[in-house]
């Protein structure tokens, strides 16, 4: 089971971009996605969320900005980044709860990371 980031680049302050990322792998089912960032000299931190349901919640920072949301069919979560800032600026990371095939339980997985610069 793994997970795979895609849609990182350089862009510049008010500009767009939209990152996805895929599970694969033999699963079953998959719960809470979601995408944090870690700027350098900084903590990871969460950005946004979504449920299986399509509950979503976001940083207080982002909110307005972007949007995440999800393809269940895909197994994907998608982050729209509109009108970005240089504090946009870090490594973002995707996480989700999985549950394997012939499991009952859900363990956390983490994409590798992809990286967001805002600059002019």
């Known amino acids: 089971v793994q997970l795979q980031a895609s849609g990182g680049g350089s862009v510049q302050p008010g500009g767009s971009l939209r990152l996805s990322c895929a599970a694969s792998?033999?699963?079953?089912?998959?719960?809470?996605m979601g995408w944090y960032r870690q700027a350098p000299g900084n903590e990871r931190e969460l950005v946004a969320t979504i449920g299986s349901g399509g509950t979503t919640s976001y940083a207080d920072s982002v909110k307005g900005r972007f949007t995440i949301s999800r393809d269940n069919t895909k197994k994907t979560v998608y982050l729209q980044m509109n009108s970005l800032k240089p504090e946009d600026t870090a490594v973002y990371y995707c996480?989700?709860?999985?549950?394997?095939?012939?499991?009952?339980?859900?363990?956390?997985?983490w994409g590798q990371g992809t990286q967001v610069t805002v600059s002019s």
């Open positions: 792998g033999n699963i079953a089912s998959v719960g809470v």
């Open positions: 996480n989700a709860d999985i549950r394997r095939a012939g499991s009952v339980i859900y363990l956390e997985r």
